[in-house]
């Protein structure tokens, strides 16, 4: 197979019996939202007919806008993931005596996309995928030192000078019966 420009959206027709093999990119403006990147996002797909459905595996890699959870500075990290997902034809499969609930279940084993008429959208599963990819606390870099809690200096670019020990609130307590604070 020879790896060709694809579509964000093809015809079913354009796989043939031998399959199909190629990339595609995708700006952010494209994206329109879907995603946060800093740039153009490239996926490649390997397409086989499999009866009425449509298997899909392939790469992704996006530079991902990121803001780093400690400094809050913004960042790219770039993200690479494969992906897999099968389509099924919506008429037909949910016919065949499938319940609604199975259906979700196997759901959560593989990535199942429906598509109707004779064209598939290939960037829901690639999309999918690089959102779970996604970290929930991001860094900009592991040792990130943060921002000071009392005066928000970043702590990277120097120190402040500020008492930043963090102070157990029951012994503030106690120092103030005492007489002290
Ligand atoms: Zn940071
Ligand atoms: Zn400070």
């Known amino acids: 197979m020879k790896m060709r420009t694809l579509d964000r959206v093809i015809k079913v027709a354009l796989i043939g019996d031998e399959g199909l093999e190629g990339s595609y990119a995708l700006t952010p403006g494209e994206l329109a939202g879907d995603l946060p990147v800093d ?3 490239r996926v ?3 397409l086989y007919k499999v009866g009425e459905a449509v298997h899909v595996s392939g790469e992704a890699d996006a530079p991902m806008a990121m803001e780093c959870a400690r400094c809050l500075k913004g960042f790219v990290l770039p993200v690479e993931e494969e992906y897999t997902a099968v389509y099924m034809k ?3 499969f949910l016919d065949d005596g499938v319940a609604e609930d199975e259906v979700e279940l196997s759901k959560e084993d593989m990535d199942i996309q429906f598509f109707d008429g004779d064209e598939l959208d290939l960037w829901p599963p690639a999309r999918d995928q690089l959102l779970l990819a996604l970290p929930m606390r991001p860094l900009c870099d592991e040792a990130c030192k943060g921002l000071c809690p009392e005066c ?3 702590l990277n670019e120097k120190t402040c000078g500020c008492e930043t020990a963090p102070v157990d609130p029951r012994f503030a307590e106690l120092k103030k ?3 002290g604070g």
Do not use: F
């Open 44 to 46: 490649t797909a390997r």
């Open 90 to 92: 919506k008429e037909g």
């Open 39 to 41: 740039g153009p996002v």
């Open 177 to 179: 019966l005492l007489g």
């Open 152 to 154: 928000g200096q970043d």
